[in-house]
């Protein structure tokens, strides 16, 4: 049976409070999950819920990190902390990171190989926005913002790549499971470019844009699809424990 990786992004929500009752909700309601399953709080909440998670298949994951492993970079987290609290994935490259906060492939890249070079798993996300979509760039972009942020890095095994459409996140538009899968499969050609066949078949490709437990299976169903980076339905256990679960409903 196919182990699917599910993940999410819990972005700018909750408080201390309430994320150590999600956290302690989820861990009790997918103890049981054959799937690789991992939860990304704000990094005000990440040392009680990495207390929280003690004990549990739920891996611990931060939403972003600062490029340099310390120093004079005020208002950055550090790698180097992560690890002192148990994070094991960092998601980089997000679209909000690209957009609002002007983060370049360069940068991202830095990123990549510094959190490989301290034994993190990385997720790396990458995507169109829509006026890419309707000018007919998303291959071009998506192959891309893969090879940049991947330049100089040997070793593929820790890295799942996330492809989330712009104009799929948040907005409740979600690509199509067609759509998707033609992407994650130009993906998986780049890799194979790279890295050869087996890493690219190895290769863990998540969707992410509006995935909610009503689309989940469709999308999953899908060759290339292999897990969801999950957003706003990961903020309650009503609508992330069934996105985790897909099969089972
Ligand atoms: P969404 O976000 O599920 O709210 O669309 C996905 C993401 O940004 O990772």
Not at 4 to 19: D, F, L, P, S, V
Not at 38 to 59: D, K, R, W, Y
Not at 84 to 104: A, P, Q
Request: charged share 20%; glycine share 10%.
């Amino acid at each position: 049976m196919r182990r699917y990786y599910i993940a999410g992004n819990w972005k700018m929500h909750k408080t201390i409070a309430e994320a150590s009752e999600l956290a302690r909700r989820l861990k009790d309601q997918l103890a049981g999950t054959r799937h690789k399953v991992m939860i990304a709080p704000p990094f005000t909440a990440l040392a009680t819920v990495s207390q929280v998670l003690e004990g549990s298949n739920i891996l611990l994951g931060a939403q972003n990190m600062g490029q340099a492993e310390q120093g004079a970079h005020t208002g950055e987290i550090s790698v180097l902390m992560l690890k002192d609290i148990g994070v094991s994935v960092v998601i980089l490259g997000h679209s909000e990171r690209r957009l609002i906060y002007g983060e370049t492939n360069e940068l991202i890249n830095a990123k990549v190989k510094l959190a490989l070079a301290h034994g993190l798993e990385v997720i790396l996300c990458v995507g169109e926005t829509l006026a890419q979509r309707e000018a007919g760039q998303v291959d071009q972009v998506v192959v891309d913002q893969v090879e940049r942020g991947l330049s100089g890095v040997q070793e593929i095994g820790r890295i799942t790549i996330a492809y989330e459409p712009v104009w799929a996140i948040g907005t409740g538009k979600n690509a199509s499971p067609a759509d998707a899968d033609a992407v994650h499969k130009v993906i998986r050609q780049t890799i194979a470019r790279r890295y050869g066949q087996a890493a690219a078949d190895a290769l863990i490709i998540q969707y992410g844009g509006s995935v909610k437990p009503e689309n989940a299976a469709g999308l999953m169903a899908m060759e290339n699809v292999d897990g969801a980076l999950v957003g706003g339905a990961c903020l309650t256990v009503d609508s992330f424990v069934p996105i985790v679960e897909f099969d089972r409903h």
